[in-house]
């Protein structure tokens, strides 16, 4: 660090990224993305114009994509909002209406802690259950900024929609923001929600099952005030936070949603699957509404089998938080990963 940092930001701790090591070729369900290749439109997305058009400055607006997007979703336009991956958004959610404070879950997705810290926004971190359910009863009347991954991430849960509507009921001078990252692998979106609550944010992303994590591509739906707010924001920052080409394949993608829904099928078959399999061999494994498993055994430790599994070329993500640090969160791949994972774990339990 240099003595030059403003010092609001000299004890905050930035964000640690999953792993993306390039030693040797790793069976890689570390950080949940998709193992399917984009789409064929999304293969011929960036033709010539696209690239001669670089020299332009992309559209701030996003328009075509908010056009599409509230077509698939059956929102306005002006309901939509588009942002450089769903971290993008989540931050400039924290920016724009963390001022009274927050609260979210004290295990959950790891950046809203860092989101919190750099906007100054001061965290209530509420414990999870012994189960490691969310109990939403205890986010009611906080009227902060309350944010809820659903499902959960590490954990996989999901809250019903009955449990969100009565967080954002009971919060009506504060957003909440529902991050619904992993919603298309089984849970029920609150999007219809929006048109009753005026103080619900729901983010999205195309990261997980739209197999774009590298595109970096989020949206989200809110009333049409809450998402000229977040214009602001951006127009104060980054006007161009979604650059053209992103803007091109996000556009094509969304003509070929069937293709994503149907590998979304195949991912919850391959999850199911692995959960199967991991609870014959004696695991714990929670009833996963995503992308991903999250599993532990007794018969070693969460540090000591996610080291063995790398050792076999198999690369999982390992929490050193005390709570869930006997867990692994194994991104759900191929069925071929899948079994490749399973016969890896019997090896290195001994279980053959
Ligand atoms: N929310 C949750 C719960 C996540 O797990 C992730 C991905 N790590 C994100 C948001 C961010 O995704 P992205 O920025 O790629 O859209």
Do not use: W
């Not at 104060?236 to 394949?249: D, F, I, R």
């Not at 996000?250 to 399999?277: F, K």
């Amino acid at each position: 660090m240099s003595r030059y940092l403003n010092s609001r930001y000299a004890e905050m701790e930035a964000y640690v990224p999953g792993e993306q090591p390039r030693d040797k070729k790793y069976i890689k369900l570390n950080t949940n993305e998709s193992p399917f290749p984009p789409s064929r439109s999304v293969l011929e997305a960036i033709d010539r114009a696209v690239i001669e058009d670089l020299r332009l400055y992309c559209d701030p607006t996003c328009r075509a994509l908010r056009e599409k997007l509230g077509e698939i979703y059956s929102v306005s336009p002006d309901c939509v909002y588009l942002a450089g991956g769903s971290d993008d958004i989540l931050n400039f959610a924290f920016m724009a209406f963390g001022e009274k404070g927050s609260v979210y879950p004290a295990i959950s997705y790891g950046f809203y802690s860092v989101f919190a810290a750099l906007h100054g926004s001061a965290a209530e971190e509420i414990p999870l259950e012994d189960d490691l359910s969310i109990d939403p009863s205890k986010y009611y009347g906080k009227n902060k900024l309350v944010v809820i991954a659903n499902p959960n991430a590490p954990t996989g849960l999901l809250l019903g929609l009955d449990a969100i509507e009565q967080i954002v009921v009971s919060n009506p001078d504060g957003v909440v923001v529902i991050d619904e990252a992993y919603i298309d692998f089984g849970g029920e979106s609150a999007l219809p929600l929006i048109e009753k609550y005026d103080n619900l944010l729901v983010v999205r992303t195309y990261s997980k099952s739209r197999s774009m994590a590298g595109a970096r591509l989020g949206f989200a739906f809110g009333s049409p005030e809450l998402i000229a707010d977040l214009e602001k924001l951006k127009y104060s920052t980054n006007p161009y936070n979604v650059n053209a080409m992103t803007q091109a394949v996000g556009l094509a993608a969304l003509c070929e949603d069937d293709y994503y829904m149907q590998n979304c099928r195949t991912i919850i078959e391959n999850r199911e699957y692995t959960a199967t399999e991991l609870r014959r061999l004696g695991f714990t494994v929670t009833d996963s509404k995503t992308n991903f498993v999250f599993a532990k055994t007794d018969k070693m430790s969460g540090a000591e089998l996610y080291r063995r599994l790398r050792e076999e070329g198999i690369l999982v993500r390992h929490f050193s938080t005390p709570e869930i640090c006997e867990y692994n969160r194994i991104t759900v791949g191929t069925l071929d990963d899948m079994k490749a994972t399973v016969s890896a774990i019997k090896k290195i339990l001994e279980l053959e």
